[in-house]
């Protein structure tokens, strides 16, 4: 079946740095790539999307690139701050249809 | 602002119950998701629901039932708990229409006994 791969599993940064999560997905139909922030205990928040009609979109301090052809996708966070530790899941839709598949997320420490 | 609630945000239930789960979305979408969430597993689809008595098997949908007689409303149904659904289950809604994005509820963390 389709699946999507998300790496690393864990991520510590010191604030200030930089953070990357990277997804790969086996859909060649794979239209529609979001990135869902997740704090404890609260609810997955949309935080950024992008289309396969586009390679890159940037808003403030993220940004997700897309690859198309090596079917991966990246999430780049800038300048980290505490309030950005979090688990973070990409996602990716399947069969042309409205539904998505889920990486297995990634938890994001920044430490001050 | 998108509202997704979910009707309980903590649930213990016994082995061999039926148990309710219900959603309510309030942006007439036409789009309902039910996903089970395990740590390490991420999030895994169990029904999908495009139209109002319209339901597609996800992933997972051993065990599991749905219900969606109004638009804003889609109900997860566990036919006969058992101990291998406890978990935290999210229900989510989106636009149909040149795939739109997910929104979340809360979550119920669903404890089998």
């Known amino acids: 079946g389709e699946n999507v791969e998300q790496h690393p599993s864990t991520l510590s940064v010191q604030e200030g740095d930089s953070a990357v999560i990277k997804c790969t997905y086996s859909d060649s139909a794979s239209n529609y790539f979001p990135w869902y922030k997740q704090e404890l205990g609260k609810r997955p928040q949309l935080i950024i999307d992008i289309r396969s009609n586009v390679g890159e979109k940037k808003d403030q301090r993220i940004a997700v690139t897309l690859n198309k052809t090596a079917k991966h996708f990246s999430l780049h966070i800038t300048e980290t701050q505490p309030e950005d530790s979090a688990v973070y899941f990409c996602?990716?839709?399947?069969?042309?249809?409205?539904?998505?598949?889920f990486g297995t997320g990634t938890r994001l420490q920044v430490f001050p | 602002d998108v509202k997704v609630t979910q009707s309980s945000r903590y649930l213990v239930k016994r082995t061999g119950e039926k148990v309710f789960l219900e959603c309510v979305q309030d942006m007439d979408h036409e789009n309902m998701f039910w996903y089970r969430q395990d740590p390490g597993l991420g999030l895994r689809l169990i029904y999908f629901?495009?139209?109002?008595?319209?339901?597609e098997k996800g992933d997972i949908p051993e065990g599991y039932s749905v219900s969606r007689e109004k638009k804003e409303r889609f109900s997860l149904i566990l036919e006969s708990a058992s101990t291998n659904q406890t978990s935290m289950y999210l229900c989510?809604?989106?636009?149909?229409?040149?795939?739109?994005?997910?929104?979340f509820g809360d979550g119920t963390r669903l404890s089998i006994l």
């Open positions: 996602a990716a839709s399947i069969d042309n249809t409205d539904k998505l598949i």
């Open positions: 629901s495009y139209d109002v008595k319209m339901k």
């Open positions: 989510a809604s989106s636009l149909t229409g040149d795939i739109q994005p997910q929104h």
